[in-house]
């Protein structure tokens, strides 16, 4: 797989991340969630990093409840060392995530006015986008805002933000993030947008209201990230995804894909049926991106079947593992990652 592109490449964009200004001629860059421990005391995991990867996120570390144990302490062990690594091999690192409603520390449910709402959201922006500027050039400003069955009046998730300071913390985050490192990517960064289901349509008209109001009051957004935690049992949507896209694209916003895997369950046993599904259903929803922009990045949501979430919720009937990633449990290539490695090769002119 490429090896990682340095900043030194096209030296006048040096303060964009490497690969929001990959040439138009190079392939798309690929990256994996990354667990901390492992890429340290896992040889082979950090083998396989290293082989496939020009970007990294933390899948943890940069969350509420890792980063802050209470009101007054932040915790940056994780990230630290997520970013050391990235560093000292020429990758590079996003950040997730900034604001979200999910994996949030008790204290938080103490928020109890705007006004304290708007101190913290802003004071935690401040503090880890300015502990990391220049170095973390491409966040998740903010994770999942869109509701899961929106409607016309109550498009945006519950959270605490939304509780106390509406919609508008979602402008606030942006805003804020880009007042303390001007040359960061902001991304907003969502889940089941390609499904072909009544939520996924309201999914993708809520999505694109919410952009387009913030892009006509001149709100700081550069991307918008597309999770991509497929299901097989439910239909990918592509002419509505790639109608999505294009939109965004007309926009003049960049679209990522930012934690692509198949959640397997539904899917047969035998592994390497299973396989050959999985990478069909990553293909599907890659091209159907792929015909209406050029991805800014590519990246999967761990790259080993060794460490994926899907069982936390997904476990399988027949008892058999998930196989959700590119890789398998023992770092081996599955078929996703030749659909991977071809779809960001596709894009070389
Ligand atoms: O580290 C503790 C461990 O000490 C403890 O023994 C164990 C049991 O309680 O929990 C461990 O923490 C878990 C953590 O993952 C690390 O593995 C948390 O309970 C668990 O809730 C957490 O789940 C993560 C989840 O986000 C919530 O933060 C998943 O790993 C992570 O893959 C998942 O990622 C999300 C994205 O951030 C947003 N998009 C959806 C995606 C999948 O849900």
Redesign the pocket.
Known sequence: MLGALGTGTLPYLAALPAYAKTPAMAAIPYGA?V?TDPLYDDPAYKKAILDHCQIIVG??GL?W?DLRPDRHIFDFTQPDRQLAFAEEHGLEMRG??LI?Y??MPEWTETIASAEEARFELVSHIETVVGRYRGRIRSWDVC??PIADNPTRDAPIRDSVWQRHLGRDYIELALRTTAAIDPDARLVIND?DIEQATDSGRAKRKAFLDLVRDLKARDVPLHAVGL?G?IRPDIPIDRSGLTAFVAELDAMGLGVLVT?LDVIDDSLPGPVAERDAAVAAVAKEFLEAIGAACRPEAVVT?GISDRFT?VP?WFTRGDGMPNRPLPLDADYQKKPMMQVIEDFTRSFNQ
């Open positions: 969630a667990r899948e943890g969350k409840i997730h995530t979200w999910g994996a994770n999942e889940y999770q935690h934690e949501w979430w936390i």
